[in-house]
């Protein structure tokens, strides 16, 4: 695995991410592409974490297991889709037990304004 890499828009969309659950009754998860940031995120935080991005980019990588999953970076995934931005940067990686690159859900919901 590459320490870092790049998505495009297309893949960003269709990254599966598994806090964003569907209200339409049947629970499924949603995608990046489909879900909306006032339905998940404190907009304050997120219009600030957009601003930041749109002015410095995005510092660190949104991390992705198996190339499908979005485990962490959903604000900055979401600021991604919204400002149109042509390459992400992206960690991919496949073992989700490794607590070097995988991140628990308590790690990955600290609230910080990771750029």
């Given at each position: 695995m590459a320490a870092h890499e790049h998505i495009n828009q297309h893949q960003l969309?269709?990254?599966?991410?598994?806090?964003?659950?569907?209200?339409?009754g049947n629970g499924r998860e949603l995608t990046i592409g489909e879900a909306k940031p006032e339905d998940w995120?404190?907009?304050?935080?997120?219009?600030a974490l957009k601003?930041?991005?749109?002015?410095n980019g995005?510092?660190?990588?949104?991390?992705?297991?198996?190339?499908r999953y979005l485990?962490?970076?959903?604000?900055?995934?979401m600021a991604a889709k919204e400002l149109g931005l042509s390459r992400i940067p992206a960690q991919?990686?496949?073992?989700?037990?490794?607590?070097?690159?995988?991140?628990?859900h308590e790690q990955s919901t600290s609230w910080k304004l990771y750029k």
């Amino acid at each position: 695995m590459a320490a870092h890499e790049h998505i495009n828009q297309h893949q960003l969309r269709s990254l599966l991410a598994l806090d964003f659950v569907s209200d339409d009754g049947n629970g499924r998860e949603l995608t990046i592409g489909e879900a909306k940031p006032e339905d998940w995120f404190d907009m304050d935080h997120y219009n600030a974490l957009k601003d930041d991005i749109a002015k410095n980019g995005i510092q660190r990588p949104i991390k992705v297991l198996h190339g499908r999953y979005l485990n962490e970076g959903h604000h900055r995934a979401m600021a991604a889709k919204e400002l149109g931005l042509s390459r992400i940067p992206a960690q991919n990686f496949s073992d989700a037990t490794d607590p070097d690159t995988y991140d628990t859900h308590e790690q990955s919901t600290s609230w910080k304004l990771y750029k």
